[in-house]
């Protein structure tokens, strides 16, 4: 299904692997960039709120890496790719390590971050043995 709906789209349609490495930088600096934001009266955003908006931008950052068939063994693995991975990875430690002090996190979130880290790692680790296969 996922290779027939690659098929059906038009090539502009799809952003290239260095379109979604800077749109993973963007949100990196995005949220480092954190301070007043008048829509909550000049203070900070919640850090769940921010933490919501950056995990789906780096899920759809994944998912658009494996509709590029971008899946490490068997597919176009590349450096960008795998940077771009390493980052999310990371992204996903530290939030679990900076926001387990919020009740909410812990109920709600963290699971589902867990399972998202795991499967960015499990990527990771394809993407690793591609290279090792390639070199």
Known sequence: ILYTHLESCNTPDLRTH??????????????????????????????LDVYQFIWDRTRMIRKDFILQNYIGTGGRCNAIATRCHERIARWHAMCEHQLSHLEDFVTMQSQQNIQELGQTMKTLNQYYDDAMGRS
């Open 18 to 47: 260095h379109t979604l490495n800077i749109h993973k930088l963007k949100t990196q600096k995005e949220r480092d960039r954190q301070g007043p934001d008048p829509r909550y009266s000049n203070a900070p955003p919640p850090s």
